[in-house]
């Protein structure tokens, strides 16, 4: 055998094994990394849905997935929107919870960003933004306060407090949440989501 055909041979086999390595890697890597993804949605529902003992998915499409939290009765007691879109920098993801009226916002929050540290990506801040979603009214579209203030108690029922000097993440936030809201709406009215009138506000 040549040394031309032994190289050729031995680089074959190489190239076999590394790709098999790589493909198997990659395999367990998916799995672990949709099993995490699973997981973080599931603690997400359970913290902007109180009192979720079980959830399920009820609809999903490219940008939205819509599941619903239960009880310990099985009662449906809300709604947990999965949504997504583009902020200042780069795409947002968030959990909505809402009861099954879509009237009230029960909490918000936020899965996936990468918007300016210290400045949007204070959507992520509790204290800063995410408070301020608590039990709003959302039975209309909600808007943005400027400039922001200090309690919930100053802001009226559909208003949301903004960043101070992020403007545009939290308008980004509010844009994705009533547009997430509307198709939710929308999907209930045409059959795709069952609300079953139950409601725990």
Known sequence: MSLYVRMVVVLTVIGLISGSFLATVGMLTEERIALNKQRAIEEAITHVIPDTE?????????????????????????????????????????????????????????????ETPGLGAKIEDEDVFLKFWENKDCSEPLTLRKPAVKTSEELGPTEINTITGATISSESVLKIVNSSLERVRQLIKEGHVQSEQQDVN
């Not at 599941?67 to 968030?94: C, H, M, P, T, W």
Request: net charge neutral.
């Open 54 to 114: 079980s959830s399920e998915i009820l609809y999903e499409e490219k940008g939205l997935a819509i599941y619903g939290g239960r009880n310990e009765e099985g009662v449906l007691i809300g709604f947990g929107i999965l949504a997504s879109g583009i902020g200042f920098q780069d795409k947002i993801s968030f959990m909505l919870g809402t009861n099954t009226s879509l009237t009230t916002i029960k909490r918000l929050k936020i899965i996936e960003q990468k």
